[in-house]
Structures are given as C-alpha cells and as structure tokens.
DNA sequence: GCACTGACTCCCA
DNA sequence: ATGGGAGCCAGTG
C-alpha cells in the first residue's frame, strides 16, 4: 500500500520542529492544513518510517503529556529524550506555554 | 462498503 | 479538577 502524500506534509512540519521544543498533534494537524485532523497526525507517526528521522517525541497532546499510557516503555522513552533535550517535565507534564512550538505560517513549508 | 479503533481535542456536567 | 460524549479522519477487518 502506498502512503498518502498528506502524511510527508505532516512528517516534514514535524520534522521542522526545533529542538527543544515540542507541539501538538493539533497544532501539526493545523500547520499541516488539516485543521481538525489531529488523530490523523497520530496515526502519521506511528506510520512514520524510521529512515526519515521524524522527531515524533517532540509530538505530545494538547495536556502536555505524552499520548502512551504512563509508565509505559515508549511513554518514558520519549520523556526521557525530550528532558534530554531540553523539555522539563513537572509531574510528567510539559509546560506548553514555555515549550510549545510557535508554527509560522509564512514558511515555505506551506506551498509545497 | 460498513463498523470499529486510534500516538486527539473540544465542550459540558 | 475530572469524566463522559461527540466530532474528527484514515486505517483495518
């Protein structure tokens, strides 16, 4: 089966995100074009191969905390990269006012 | 083609 | 603060 273009787009702004900061998958859906579209995000990740390198850690959901039951492998793996990186936890919660990338809309990501 | 699920989010009680 | 329900779109059986 082939991929559908909408998840390069996805890959590509999660792939834009700088280091040490993180987003939402409503936010990548939003700065993808698919505003409303955040399951779509998730379900782009977890297809996400990993000869792209996409930084899915630094994906987390609208609360903050990592979309992977707590205590899980993959749940502390990815906090465990994100703190390494930069992200402070408080309670396994990200402060998305401080971390939360600020997408430009402007960028050239948007017309290709 | 229908129905259910999922790495989500918003709204209301 | 917390939990339930609806909306969302693609993938899977």
Redesign the pocket.
Known sequence: ?S??P??KKIWAVVKSIPKGSVS????VARFSG?P????????A????PDELNVP??R?????GKV??PSGGEKATS?QDILEHEGVVFLSGVVNLNAYAWQGNLDSELWRM
Do not use: K
Not at 24 to 27: I, K, P, S, V
Not at 45 to 48: E, H, K, T, V
Not at 59 to 63: R, T
């Open positions: 089966m991929i559908n909408r998840y939402t998958y409503g936010d698919y409303g579209c955040a399951r779509m995000v998730g379900t990740l977890r297809a996400a899915w850690h994906v987390i959901n609208s609360q979309s992977f990815q």
